[in-house]
Nanobody, 125 residues
């Protein structure tokens, strides 16, 4: 079994930054794909970013490209989402996810088998 625990959410003002963390436990292979998704109020869950371990190959949603950075610490089974220049439309519950193999598309959330419980990010203007 795989368990994921997110942390780092909170309330910030427009333009500020937050860093989310996700720690994975269980039987985690060295080759895995780690992702971040978010669900804004009243909307569908959407892909934000993914990173392929151990290679570090990344993918981003167009809406966050250049503002958000996904990174990994493979030794700690942890990945991060650094969010800069936050905007009100970034307000959402953020979820981490993992696939124990190649990266599914960020557009296909049902292809990601393991999920964290979510952490709230609120950006106020």
């Amino acid at each position: 079994q795989v368990q994921l625990v997110e942390s780092g959410g909170g309330s910030v003002q427009v333009g500020e930054s937050l860093r989310l963390s996700c720690v994975a436990s269980g039987n985690i292979p060295s080759m895995r794909c780690m992702g971040w998704f978010r669900q804004p109020p009243g909307k569908e869950r959407e892909g934000v970013a993914s990173i392929m371990a151990p290679y570090g190959t990344t993918d981003y949603a167009e809406s966050v490209e250049g503002r958000f950075t996904i990174s990994q610490d493979n030794a700690k089974n942890t990945w991060y989402l650094q969010m800069n220049r936050l905007m009100p439309e970034d307000t959402a519950v953020y979820y981490c996810a993992v696939d124990l193999g190649a990266c599914p598309s960020l557009a296909l959330r049902d292809d990601w088998p393991y999920w964290g419980q979510g952490t709230q990010v609120t950006v106020s203007s």
